[in-house]
């Protein structure tokens, strides 16, 4: 009778205590056995926009002088 009490106390406080669960990563995809995170999904659109905005920032970089010969 004093294990079903316990057990029974048990189960009431295993009851009580919420299951919490936390997402620490989030996985996009899998290529060729490489997961890819969201993290690092997002990480390497930073990197190539940072680029794309370079080129946008400074075209006549990509001109090769073909600005300065126009005039």
Do not use: H, W, Y
């Not at 299951?19 to 056995?33: D, F, M, P, T, Y």
């Amino acid at each position: 009778m004093k294990k079903s009490i316990v057990a029974a106390c048990l189960a009431a406080l295993a009851a009580t205590i919420p299951l919490r669960a936390e997402i620490i990563e989030q996985v996009l995809v899998k290529v060729n056995g490489e997961i890819i995170t969201k993290t690092e999904f997002e990480s390497r659109q930073v990197a190539v926009g940072g680029q794309d905005l370079e080129v946008r920032a400074f075209p006549q970089a990509d001109l090769g002088g073909e600005i300065a010969d126009d005039e």
